[in-house]
């Protein structure tokens, strides 16, 4: 029997891009759509319609330019939201209004100040209504996991009834440890009629540093989409990181008999795009994209990797598209070092731009001992941003052919 799918449901677009410094132009989110389309993402969460002109249009551009995943445009259970997230989303092959209604006490009586009541009522509204809108319709509890199980199993229980086909339960405040979580996914499976013909998903914050492992634990426990951002950016600790669920599933197909979509060897240029974009990358020591995950220091890990690399590497590098061949840069390091480098970072430069960028470069390397991608990708941004780079035949290659 063929394994169950995981679905990817990016929301760097949205979640991710809400976070402080994360911000995107609509041109650059579409470059980043294209890629996570690539990247072979079932779902992407373009943005927030009716939370600005600019992200409308980002939507709108998106669900237009981009085939391959359902395009999702986020919307509180209002009617003006679910109307201009449908307009958003007009020329998507395939269309989903994501709408969230708050669902814990604290949520409804300081933030939304409705009752339980009324909170039924809004939801089971909000979905018809976007039903008729959109191809189809997911519906998140906010805060599910302060929520008390049996109001979680009646607000779902309307939303599958209104005819959202896919529940998200999220964590939004990173407040779930995985035992927890899991079991919230199979209160749901055995309390909610029709829970068993929706995809349950699983859309985690990591407060407490356990995004990924809550994630995990949603999928051993009956979830089937996973929401989730590149490098993990997103509200104050940030979302799950894609990346890493994505090889966690990889290494332990014996755990997890499910298959995904993803493209593996794509994430390492898609996690430099995004860090190009924002001008900022994950830290050194990030799981499966730091620059330092699969680098060995220690001489018997040395000696170990090289006569078998699978006695200190549970992936190879290339598995998940990290360049194998990685040269120590540093302030020795010659201009054809640097250019193969900015190569494989996407920043294909020509001559005279080398000269500029070069020069930076060894300014920085006699402060620095050793210069890692981001250091390079931070140094060609300044750059440009400083219209210092002349453009030369500048031909950033990441975004389109990786
Ligand atoms: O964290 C959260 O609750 C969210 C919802 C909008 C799904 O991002
Ligand atoms: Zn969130």
Excluded at 47 to 69: H, K, L, M, N, Y
Excluded at 216 to 238: F, K, M, P, S, Y
Excluded at 314 to 327: D, E, K, L, Y
Excluded at 384 to 396: A, H, K, P, W
Aim: proline residues 3%; hydrophobic residues 40%; negative net charge.
């Amino acid at each position: 029997m063929a394994n169950d799918r995981v679905h990817f449901f990016d929301t760097t677009l949205r979640d991710g891009e809400q976070s402080p410094g994360c911000s995107m132009t609509q041109h650059e989110k579409l470059q980043m759509a294209h890629s996570l389309a690539d990247l072979g993402v079932d779902v992407l969460e373009a943005g927030f319609a009716i939370s600005s002109d600019g992200d409308f249009a980002s939507i709108e551009a998106v669900a237009q330019d981009v085939r391959g995943p359902v395009i999702a445009s986020l919307a509180r259970a209002k009617r003006e939201d679910i109307e201009r997230a449908g307009e958003a989303l007009k020329k998507a092959r395939r269309s989903r209004i994501h709408i969230f209604l708050a669902s814990s006490d604290i949520h409804l009586e300081y933030k939304l100040r409705i009752s339980r009541e009324q909170a039924l009522e809004h939801a089971a509204k909000a979905v018809s209504l976007a039903k008729s809108v959109v191809d189809e319709v997911e519906f998140s509890p906010e805060d599910s996991t302060r929520t008390s199980h049996e109001f979680l199993c009646e607000i779902v229980g309307v939303a599958i009834e209104a005819g959202a086909t896919i529940i998200n339960l999220p964590d939004t405040v990173g407040y779930a440890i995985p035992t927890g979580y899991a079991e919230m996914f199979r209160v749901i499976r055995e309390r909610v009629p029709g829970a068993d013909k929706v995809v349950l998903s699983a859309h985690t914050h990591n407060d407490l540093g356990l995004a990924v492992a809550n994630a995990l634990a949603a999928i051993d426990a009956g979830a089937r989409q996973v929401e989730c951002t590149i490098n993990g950016i997103g509200e104050r600790a940030g979302n799950a990181a894609l990346e890493e669920i994505a090889a966690a599933l990889m290494v332990r197909a014996d755990h997890f008999p499910v298959e995904s979509g993803l493209k593996m060897e794509k994430l390492y240029s898609m996690s430099q795009q995004l860090a190009k974009t924002i001008s900022f990358g994950p830290s050194p020591n990030k799981a499966v994209v730091g620059s330092n995950a699969f680098a060995h220091e220690a001489g018997i890990h040395q000696h170990g990797v090289l006569s078998n690399p699978l006695t200190y590497e549970i992936m190879t590098p290339a598995s998940v598209g990290v360049p194998t061949n990685r040269m120590v840069l540093g302030k020795h390091s010659g201009r054809h070092a640097l250019r193969s480098r900015l190569i494989a970072l996407g920043y294909d430069l020509g001559p005279a731009d080398l000269d500029i960028a070069y020069r930076a470069f060894t300014e920085l390397a006699d402060r620095k001992k050793a210069i890692y991608d981001l250091d390079l990708i931070n140094l060609v941004a300044h750059h440009q941003r400083n219209e210092d780079l002349i453009g030369d035949g500048i031909t950033e290659t990441v975004a389109r052919t990786n």
